[in-house]
């Protein structure tokens, strides 16, 4: 089983649509998460963390739900702006790195 | 700030060429990470440096070497260059290990003919 997978997509959705991806975790022991998002041809920037209680940042809601090891994005009034594809972060305690799962890809169509 | 800087942007090797991707941050960070990304393939590491002094290998290390020559700069070395290779390389860093976001330079296309 992957450490971390996600849908690829692609997701097609209309402007100001409502658009939800979720993403799994194998490894219990996780303990930080993170959503990127990267541009096509672009380097990967973050889009925002991922607390146990959930957090929101403007049209953007993360959740975390430990018990099915899964984290989810919601988007809101989706933009044109808003495509690209969206990674999904995890880090395992005691660990040095990240671990990156292979993107969601988001197409928003006027 | 600039935030995290690579060199070259683009590159072209033959077969059995060396070349030296240069990494540099100014935010400070401790830890510095050098990916490779193949479509469908998603981010692997390669080498990290989870602090000044020291590095370890990542996922895919073979074929790569890596020296942390200060705190700010962190560069990835191919010795050889072969056709599998041919890859977009992005440097990342963060302020400690895995705990923490980490913040990724422009990348550099690499490729191997």
């Known amino acids: 089983r992957k450490e971390v997978e996600q849908d690829p997509g692609p997701f097609n959705v209309p402007e100001g649509a409502t658009v939800a991806f979720n993403c799994t975790y194998s490894?219990?022991?996780?303990?930080?998460f993170f959503w990127y998002r990267q541009d096509c041809r672009k380097e990967p920037k973050l889009l925002m963390s991922?607390?146990?209680s959930g957090n929101e940042d403007g049209r953007f809601t993360a959740q975390l739900n430990r018990a099915s090891q899964y984290i989810s994005l919601l988007i809101r009034d989706s933009k044109l702006s808003d495509s690209a594809t969206y990674l999904c972060?995890?880090?395992?305690?005691?660990?040095?790195?990240?671990?990156f799962g292979t993107g969601t890809r988001l197409l928003v169509s006027p | 700030n600039a935030g995290v800087t690579q060199t070259p942007k683009f590159q072209v090797l033959k077969t059995g060429q060396s070349m030296t991707l240069q990494c540099a941050q100014d935010?400070?960070?401790?830890?510095m990470y050098w990916y490779r990304q193949d479509p469908g393939m998603g981010l692997r590491l390669i080498y990290y440096?989870?602090?000044?002094?020291?590095?370890d290998k990542g996922e895919v290390p073979n074929g790569y070497n890596v020296s942390r020559l200060n705190k700010r700069e962190f560069s990835l070395r191919l010795e050889s260059a072969a056709p599998s290779q041919t890859s977009v390389y992005f440097c990342?860093?963060?302020?400690?290990?895995?705990?923490?976001?980490?913040?990724f330079g422009p990348g550099t296309r690499l490729t191997v003919t």
């Open positions: 990342a860093s963060s302020e400690h290990g895995g705990q923490n976001e980490q913040y």
């Open positions: 490894n219990s022991a996780s303990q930080s």
């Open positions: 991922v607390y146990s």
């Open positions: 972060v995890v880090n395992m305690w005691g660990f040095q790195k990240l671990v």
């Open positions: 935010m400070n960070h401790n830890s």
């Open positions: 440096s989870a602090s000044e002094g020291t590095t």
